[in-house]
């Protein structure tokens, strides 16, 4: 059976995730994840129709893996055909408020975001240019992490720093997570029944990387997260919020340079840091039942934490609906919601503890009726929503070339 649909590619540092949909469904027919790149230990395996592929790869590289990949498509599953492909990308800067085609321009855009997304976006251009070289007249369409938060406004968004620094090198805040924040919060209005013209929400979207988002109206008004991936909320590597003065004190104290340090701040801190036991809150939270103070420690901090970031959030929201958790901890972590929402009675919020604890599959609705805030789990898929933009982009360009 010929299967026309998108790929969307999420190439990370260390990682390289991948979907296929048709062109009509939010599950994807395949899904692919790339780990442990640069290692001895590189993995890949594809998932289609309920089996698992593990795929050789001939190399460590990102190049290594999409080689793979297009080999065992075209191999194994000729009848699934890419019509085009759709890439997140981290970092937009100031250039990039929706998705669009690749093209020269494009990548050079994409290009000069590189050093504020170090991790993430050379890796973006990696896969993007080498799918060009591969397969020229393909379609790629970029999705940005930062474009949902471009409606944030000046007073939000600046730092206090000169003024200059804002106008000549573009230091501000931006936010990441936007496609996730603006799926969720767009599936929020539907299942909580929220006016289309009149909702006030907050995303937290809780995965390796964290952030939550104050959503006015289909709009994002504030994000944790800033100039980098590495401020607001505390991560699994990542320290999130930190008194700027602490930089020069450990840089001095521990004869390390700006750059090493920086590495620390987002690899060896957050979760991992803390508990000095791993950046899985699964495992952390395995090893607090048992006792271990590092993994309480961490939890602890960490949906304090995140509470702080929420109530912070409001002050850019002129009503507050609903909060909802998303991400592989938001989505599946019943304890950490729990231990964040108990430090939320200012705002009226209150857990039905019954309803936190039931299975789920893509909404939950998690609030006691006394709450004056909904709260709620909703699955995120950010994969769709680029699949989604793909789709559009390609047939407004096809439109505009007959
Ligand atoms: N069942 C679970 N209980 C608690 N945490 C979970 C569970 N499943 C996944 N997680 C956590 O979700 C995090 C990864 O989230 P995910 O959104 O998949 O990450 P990313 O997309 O940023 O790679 C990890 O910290 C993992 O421990
Ligand atoms: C921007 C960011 O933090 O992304 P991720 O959560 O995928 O690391
Ligand atoms: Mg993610």
Not at 323 to 345: C, Q
Request: aromatic share 6%; proline share 3%.
């Amino acid at each position: 059976m010929h299967i026309d649909g998108h790929l969307v590619v999420n190439a990370g540092s260390s990682s390289i995730k991948f979907s296929f949909f048709d062109f009509h469904s939010p599950t994807p027919i395949l899904t692919g994840l790339a780990e442990c790149l640069f290692s001895a230990q590189i993995s890949c395996v594809v998932k289609y129709q309920h089996q698992k592929h593990s795929l050789r790869i001939k190399g460590e590289d990102h190049k290594a893996v999409l080689l793979a990949l297009f080999d065992f498509l075209s191999e194994q599953l000729p009848d699934l055909n890419i019509a085009a492909v759709g890439h997140r990308v981290v970092h937009g800067g100031e250039h990039f408020s929706t998705p669009v085609l690749v093209n020269e321009q494009v990548i050079e855009k994409i290009a000069s975001c590189n050093n504020l997304a170090p991790l993430h976006n050379p890796a973006n251009l990696i896969a993007i240019k080498l799918i060009q070289q591969m397969q020229p007249n393909l379609p790629q369409v970029v999705v940005f992490d930062t474009a949902f938060h471009q409606s944030i406004s000046a007073e939000k968004y600046l730092y206090a720093l000169p003024y200059n620094y804002y106008q000549d090198l573009q230091v501000r805040k931006y936010g990441f997570h936007g496609t996730s924040h603006q799926y969720v919060s767009q599936q929020a209005v539907a299942q909580l029944n929220l006016a289309q013209k009149d909702h006030g929400l907050i995303v937290a979207h809780l995965g390796n990387g964290a952030s939550v988002c104050a959503v006015f109206n289909g709009k994002s008004v504030e994000t944790s997260m800033g100039l980098t991936p590495l401020d607001g909320l505390m991560m699994g590597t990542r320290c999130g919020d930190l008194d700027p003065g602490v930089f020069n004190y450990l840089c001095d104290k521990l004869n390390l340079s700006p750059t090493e340090l920086t590495n620390i701040l987002n690899k060896k801190s957050g979760l991992l840091g803390i508990s000095q036991l791993s950046n899985d809150m699964r495992t952390l939270l395995e090893h607090a039942e048992q006792g271990h103070e590092g993994a309480i420690l961490a939890i602890d901090m960490f949906c304090y934490r995140l509470a702080k970031h929420i109530c912070a959030s409001t002050a850019a929201l002129p009503k507050l609906d609903a909060i909802v958790f998303t991400g592989g901890i938001g989505e599946h972590a019943a304890a950490i919601r729990s231990k964040t929402i108990a430090h939320l009675k200012v705002l009226h919020c209150v857990l039905d503890e019954q309803k936190n604890l039931q299975s789920y599959d893509e909404f939950n609705p998690i609030h006691h009726n006394s709450s004056l805030v909904q709260l709620a789990v909703i699955a995120t898929n950010e994969e769709w929503m680029i699949a989604q933009s793909v789709s559009q982009l390609v047939k407004t360009a096809a439109e505009d070339t007959l």
